[in-house]
């Protein structure tokens, strides 16, 4: 799939760190998010303190997918970060906590808000 050539259950550690090594640029089939979006951009999102994903974080996500659906598709790589070059480019690893747990939870939730509702999601 797209950048990281095979699926997205079979991505491992080490096609993360490429990414980040051939600093892959941002563009219209990849999106990187260091961090959850948070409102302001200070403060970190209440998933990082055991919570539950912040609906500031939640819109900001769906926006970015509802906008590769209406394009050719994309993905949108949450734990990347950046460089500050344009286009930007794929910088290192920023480990979020819960990563599986956070997926699913973005994925139920950016189903909820997104209408009508994308089959990619629903996996």
């Given at each position: 799939?797209?950048?990281?050539?095979?699926?997205?259950?079979?991505?491992?550690?080490?096609?993360?760190?490429?990414?980040?090594?051939?600093?892959?640029p941002e563009g219209t089939e990849v999106e990187y998010k260091s961090d959850l979006p948070v409102k302001g951009g200070r403060a970190q999102d209440a998933w990082h303190s055991g919570g539950a994903?912040?609906?500031?974080?939640?819109?900001?996500?769906?926006?970015?997918?509802?906008?590769?659906?209406?394009?050719?598709?994309?993905?949108?790589?949450?734990?990347?970060?950046?460089?500050?070059?344009?286009?930007?480019?794929?910088?290192?690893?920023?480990?979020?906590?819960?990563?599986?747990?956070?997926?699913?939870?973005?994925?139920?939730?950016?189903?909820?808000?997104?209408?009508?509702?994308?089959?990619?999601?629903?996996?």
């Open positions: 799939m797209g950048i990281f050539g095979g699926n997205l259950e079979s991505l491992a550690a080490h096609d993360v760190l490429q990414l980040c090594s051939d600093q892959v994903v912040g609906e500031y974080a939640r819109n900001a996500i769906a926006e970015e997918i509802a906008a590769f659906a209406n394009t050719m598709g994309g993905i949108v790589c949450i734990g990347i970060a950046e460089t500050q070059d344009h286009p930007k480019r794929a910088d290192k690893p920023q480990p979020l906590p819960r990563v599986h747990e956070l997926a699913r939870r973005i994925r139920q939730s950016v189903y909820d808000v997104i209408d009508p509702p994308l089959s990619v999601l629903e996996r």
